[in-house]
């Protein structure tokens, strides 16, 4: 399969080139003709499998045959994409440039955590392409900043992610003010309850895709689990770090505190490090990302959210440094390796406190991940498990999944911890 077939036309076809891309990943081969039916999509897609050009590509080329809309001036919005967080609105914005290079439009990204004032500037320039954080997007529109009266497209991307961070009511002010004519486009990496409402909620008959098996770890990646006890952690990441000559490493902690400590340690041992989380400005986070997609940074230490959306080519090493609470987590940030075809390995340092979370990782992703016993770093047997502190705010996701206090938690302070953290921050 080419991406000439799939229907493009000339300026994407060069764009896609340019990119080096050969041949449509499975999401794009399924997603674009159909998008380019005008039909509307529910589609299961990990991040990694090429899900934003599978539809941006297609989105950009309909809106490259649209009729100009009488009476409308300038450019006025005919897509708009929601993400949960910054950066992945970042990313996909960095990606409809990227496609859209050869075509006239313009787009702009929106999202909280940075000066209003430049957005305003950008859309009341005219944008034909809006790629918003929801908490942002409705400061724009209570301060009729924006107008979402000609959107011929609406795109949900990492919808679970949305869901997951508390933006349902959010998503529904925006809903309220769109055309009801207008096709709809809803991608998430896993399906729930919550997902099926609001895909009823929100599509007409939509072709359903799905190109990932329901939560399953990314194929591509290997991975393995290093037991270890919790107080030699540091030394063993300095060590495989070290002994591997890794240049590019992303390493997951469980809090914003513990990101930032270990970036420290690993500096103090000599390893150029950053920390990325909620709490940083989004200028230092951008900038940490940066300088590590340039090399100059050999770690990236992240908390989940943080992490979330980010697209780093060519990843090759994912670190767990500390197990994620909620079992879906773990996949999303083994999802950071292993990308788009690519090797990936992604490598879990458990401590004995942890083990319950590794089984229920085990459990989602219906298989064992091999355990490597390194020489030298075998736990100590007479150290028994202790419960883990949260230390975070995360709130109601550090409950386990399921159940049914699980609405009731999330819309109580899952939201505003997770907003605290996520692109929704106003
Ligand atoms: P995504 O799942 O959209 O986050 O994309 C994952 C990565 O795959 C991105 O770095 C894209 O640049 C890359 N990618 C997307 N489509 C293709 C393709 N057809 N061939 C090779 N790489 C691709």
Not at 199 to 207: G, I, K, M
Not at 250 to 270: I, P, S, W, Y
């Amino acid at each position: 399969m080419s991406f000439e077939k799939l229907g493009l036309s000339k300026p994407l076809l060069k764009a896609i080139q340019e990119q080096g891309y050969t041949k449509p990943t499975p999401i794009q081969e399924q997603s674009i003709p159909v998008i380019l039916q005008r039909k509307d999509v529910l589609a299961g897609a990990q991040t990694g499998t090429g899900k934003t050009a599978g539809f941006t590509l297609p989105m950009l080329e309909l809106l490259s045959h649209a009729k100009p809309i009488k009476h409308a001036k300038g450019h006025p919005v005919r897509a708009l994409i929601l993400t949960p967080t910054r950066e992945l609105a970042a990313q996909v914005g960095e990606s409809v440039k990227v496609y859209g290079k050869h075509l006239p439009f313009k787009s702009t990204v929106i999202f909280g955590g940075v000066k209003i004032n430049p957005q305003i500037t950008a859309l009341r320039r005219g944008v034909d392409i809006v790629i918003a954080t929801p908490g942002r997007l409705l400061d724009h529109m209570s301060q009729k900043t924006i107008n979402l009266s000609h959107v011929d497209f609406l795109i949900l991307d990492e919808a679970d992610r949305m869901l997951d961070m508390g933006f349902i009511n959010d998503i529904k002010k925006v809903l309220a003010v769109l055309p009801s004519q207008r096709q709809n486009l809803l991608f998430s990496a896993t399906y729930s309850e919550e997902i099926k409402r609001l895909s009823d909620r929100l599509l007409n008959s939509p072709t359903l895709i799905e190109v990932a098996r329901r939560n399953t770890a990314s194929e591509t990646v290997k991975q393995a689990v290093y037991p270890v006890d919790k107080a030699r952690k540091r030394e063993l990441i300095t060590h495989l770090i070290n002994e591997g000559k890794w240049q590019q490493v992303l390493v997951f902690t469980r809090t914003k505190h513990g990101a930032n400590r270990l970036a420290g340690q690993l500096e103090k041992d000599g390893i150029s490090s950053a920390a990325i989380h909620g709490n940083k400005s989004q200028n230092a986070r951008t900038k940490a990302l940066a300088d590590f997609k340039k090399g100059e940074v050999r770690v990236l230490v992240a908390t989940d959210i943080a992490a979330r959306g980010i697209d780093i080519d060519q990843l090759p090493h994912v670190v767990n440094y500390e197990l994620p609470n909620v079992s879906e987590d773990y996949v999303h940030r083994i999802g950071r390796t292993g990308r788009a075809g690519n090797q990936g390995e992604a490598i879990s340092l458990v401590c004995i406190d942890e083990d319950e979370y590794l089984k229920n990782i085990e459990k989602l992703i219906k298989k064992d991940i091999p355990k490597v016993w390194l020489k030298g770093f075998k736990p100590d047997p007479s150290i028994k498990a202790e419960p883990i502190n949260q230390g975070g705010n995360r709130g109601a996701r550090n409950k386990p999944r399921g159940g049914g206090s699980r609405n009731g938690g999330r819309q109580g302070n899952s939201r505003n911890s997770s907003r605290g953290n996520s692109g929704g921050r106003r």
